[in-house]
């Protein structure tokens, strides 16, 4: 009986570390996602930008998210078992440095560039290696990896206007996750993503990962219209000033915490993840109804929480189900989906803008509930991969 309770034991700490240093990973990376479009309006200060041009900023970024999206796996492939890691934060340290220290617009956007490259190429293996460690508790901990991430992406702003308040240097809030990076990459297990994994010969993703793959990208722009727009949507809608349009909209990024909090506490962990998706599409359509109808500032704060709680689940829990699906062929699987999201990022919220100059933000809004039925229709025809079948079959264990 001893045996039998030590070897449990030994195998959970044995994933342990593998799972809390790519938790860690992607904590500082959502930090400095949120913290480099925060930090655009001090860059268009300091090197005298146009708005344009400071916008540039968040498409060198997004292009490349995109560029590790399309070639991330196949550099690993050529790479020592977690050299990929190795990479990302190389392309992340010296994409934060190109940043705090640009003296022209070109410096600063090969920086953004550069971070976008090592953000992706972080992604794709942290978030292969959280399904391989976490085996059946795949959904709930990417949930959870993707709460804390949230958190700190939360905290980026605010480290941002103490470091520019306090100390009159914003640059040092973003030059802070250079020390953990370093210190994760030093600790980190070696054998993180196994070199076998790695060099397999490369298998095709099956059809029920391609169609997770169409909701992921629906997903993520569903989230980064709500991210862009959702502010301007609400000083239209409501009178409200810019200040306080802005403060509503982060009850967005408050929705999409809790709802991923909620999630990773178990909420979607006993359910089917068809029901958590479809469900957190449903919310996206309610609280975009709500800032879409409403001109009562409390109905749209109601409705941009909604729209975040909504979100929450779509990223993380569509991953897991996709990665499952494929499990020979995880790394590109991650690798496609990063790819995934860097198309959204770049394409949804400017699509929403040139349909928003043509009939109005208000009149292109409902675009949102569009994309959320699309999303639905998607899952309700998705086929069900082999492993999701047999994992619903599975007997649920007493804790």
């Given at each position: 009986m001893a045996a039998q309770r030590t070897a449990p034991a030994s195998a959970a700490s044995s994933r342990l570390r593998p799972t809390w240093v790519s938790v860690a990973y992607?904590?500082?990376?959502?930090?400095?996602?949120?913290?480099?479009?925060?930090?655009?309006?001090?860059?268009?200060?300091?090197?005298?930008?146009?708005?344009?041009?400071?916008?540039?900023?968040?498409?060198?970024?997004?292009?490349?998210?995109?560029?590790?999206?399309?070639?991330?796996?196949?550099?690993?492939?050529?790479?020592?078992s977690g050299g990929l890691l190795d990479v990302a934060v190389a392309s992340l340290v010296s994409?934060?440095?190109f940043v705090v220290l640009a003296?022209?617009?070109?410096?600063?956007?090969l920086g953004a560039f550069l971070i976008g490259v090592g953000g992706g190429a972080l992604g794709t293996q942290a978030n292969v290696q959280l399904i391989r460690s976490s085996g059946d508790d795949s959904r709930r901990v990417m949930a959870e990896a993707a709460a804390v991430s949230m958190l700190a992406a939360g905290a980026a702003p605010l480290a941002l206007g103490l470091a520019a308040s306090g100390l009159h240097a914003w640059r040092v809030a973003m030059i802070v996750p250079v020390v953990p990076f370093l210190v994760l990459t030093?600790?980190?297990?070696?054998?993180?993503?196994?070199?076998?994994?790695?060099?397999?010969?490369?298998?095709?993703?099956?059809?029920?990962?391609?169609?997770?793959?169409?909701?992921?990208?629906?997903?993520?722009?569903?989230e980064f219209s709500f991210v862009f727009w959702g502010s301007t949507m609400v000083g239209r809608q409501t009178g409200v000033s810019d200040a306080d349009s802005s403060l509503l909209a982060s009850l967005f990024v408050a929705g999409m915490f809790a709802g991923r909090a909620a999630?990773?506490?178990?909420?979607?962990?006993?359910?089917?993840?068809?029901?958590?998706?479809?469900?957190?599409?449903?919310v996206v359509v309610v609280g975009a109804s709500l800032v879409w109808a409403s001109s009562a500032p409390a109905l749209s704060a109601l409705g941009l929480f909604l729209g975040g709680a909504g979100t929450a689940g779509l990223w993380p829990v569509g991953l897991a189900v996709a990665l499952r699906s494929a499990p020979k062929a995880q790394l590109e699987g991650s690798a496609r989906a990063t790819f995934a999201s860097g198309v959204a990022v770049f394409a949804a919220p400017s699509a929403l803008g040139l349909l928003a100059d043509e009939v109005g933000v208000v009149s292109a809004w409902p675009i949102i509930g569009v994309l959320a039925?699309?999303?639905l229709v998607v899952l309700a025809v998705a086929p069900r991969s082999r492993e999701e079948t047999s994992g619903e079959r599975r007997p649920t264990q007493p804790s």
């Open positions: 992607l904590t500082v990376w959502g930090y400095i996602l949120y913290g480099i479009g925060n930090a655009t309006p001090y860059l268009r200060t300091d090197l005298r930008l146009t708005d344009f041009e400071a916008g540039l900023h968040a498409s060198a970024l997004a292009i490349g998210v995109v560029s590790a999206g399309a070639t991330a796996d196949a550099i690993a492939r050529r790479l020592p994409g934060i440095a003296p022209v617009l070109p410096i600063s956007l030093a600790i980190r297990p070696r054998d993180s993503v196994r070199t076998e994994a790695v060099r397999m010969r490369r298998a095709s993703l099956p059809g029920p990962y391609w169609f997770m793959w169409l909701l992921l990208v629906l997903g993520v722009s569903i999630i990773g506490r178990g909420l979607g962990g006993q359910r089917s993840p068809r029901l958590v998706l479809s469900t957190g599409l449903l039925a699309a999303a």
